[in-house]
């Protein structure tokens, strides 16, 4: 089948992860066929963690991935009017915002959420520890957040402050672009349920927190993007919330473990 003269016959476009290099699917994604990328590149930092016990395996693409190209594929891909995450880190933020603005997002702020645990460790005594996750978030035209019931106002529904103005709402509508404290989900796990559940991966990230963005920024059965799935959390941050999931892992073994994980989300319901 070819839509959008993309050859798409090979590939089934929802609810699929495919266990290859995130810009071959790209390539038989249709223009604006996703309604929200909530994706976690690899940042091409030769990401190694040397302080844990057991270090991870480098991460494949860490060396680095086309970024100007995923950019301009990432806007092609996306409807109008849809939101997109790029997970980040500082020192590759500029490149990245960069990329992102001249490929036609607009850049409407960069998120900075607590981690579970501190990473990132370089010069434990000439530098500070790295405790958060930067994400760029990006319009494709323009969409309004979704009404969540995510976080709920402190003070009473339905109170006026000023004359004139609407009486307060139950959940809040507006959020902070830096989320820290018990409010708010971490983005990252504490190493410990990295053991507890056996899932091992340098950089998995929050089901919940992933959760909450999918939550701010779609609405039921809408397909959501991740090309660089790992162990499959945004795909299960999908399912959990009724959204279909689309996207790639190009390494064998975290491949396997998405699927695993996917497979036993059916098995609970
Ligand atoms: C930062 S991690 C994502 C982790 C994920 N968010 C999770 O919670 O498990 C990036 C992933 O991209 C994968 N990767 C690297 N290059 C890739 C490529 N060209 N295409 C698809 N996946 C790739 C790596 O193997 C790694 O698992």
Same mark, same amino acid.
């Given at each position: ?36 990328? #909530?994706?976690?590149?690899? +940042?091409?930092?030769?990401? *190694?963690? &040397?302080?844990? =016990?057991? /270090?991870? %395996? !480098? ?90 019931? #995510?976080?709920?106002?402190? +003070?009473?529904?339905?109170? *006026?402050? &000023?004359?004139? =103005?609407? /009486?307060? %709402? !139950? ?99």
């Amino acid at each position: 089948m070819v839509e959008n003269g993309r050859e798409t016959e090979f590939f089934d476009l929802r609810n699929q992860i495919y266990c290859t290099d995130c810009m071959e699917l790209m390539a038989h994604i249709p223009d604006s066929f996703v309604s929200l990328i #909530l994706t976690d590149p690899p +940042y091409g930092i030769s990401y *190694q963690n &040397h302080f844990a =016990r057991q /270090p991870h %395996k !480098r991460l494949d693409g860490d060396c680095g991935i086309d970024y100007e190209r995923f950019a301009w594929e990432s806007y092609r891909i996306l409807r109008d009017n849809s939101h997109a995450y790029f997970f980040t880190r500082f020192d590759c933020y500029p490149y990245h915002f960069d990329c992102l603005q001249k490929a036609g997002f607009t850049v409407k702020n960069c998120l900075v959420v607590e981690k579970g645990t501190v990473g990132g460790i370089g010069d434990l005594k000439g530098s500070f520890a790295n405790n958060a996750e930067w994400i760029i978030f990006c319009q494709k035209g323009r969409r309004v957040f979704q009404q969540t019931q #995510l976080l709920e106002n402190r +003070y009473k529904e339905g109170t *006026q402050f &000023h004359k004139g =103005r609407k /009486p307060s %709402k !139950r959940y809040k509508t507006r959020f902070p672009a830096c989320w820290f404290g018990a409010e708010y989900p971490k983005a990252t796990y504490h190493a410990i349920w990295q053991k507890q559940n056996g899932i091992y991966h340098p950089t998995v990230k929050n089901v919940e927190f992933l959760s909450w963005l999918i939550q701010i920024s779609s609405t039921p059965r809408e397909l959501v993007f991740d090309g660089f799935m790992g162990t499959g959390s945004t795909a299960l941050a999908a399912l959990r919330n009724s959204r279909d999931y689309l996207g790639a892992e190009i390494d064998r073994e975290y491949f396997a473990v998405a699927q695993k994980r996917i497979k036993e989300v059916f098995e609970h319901v």
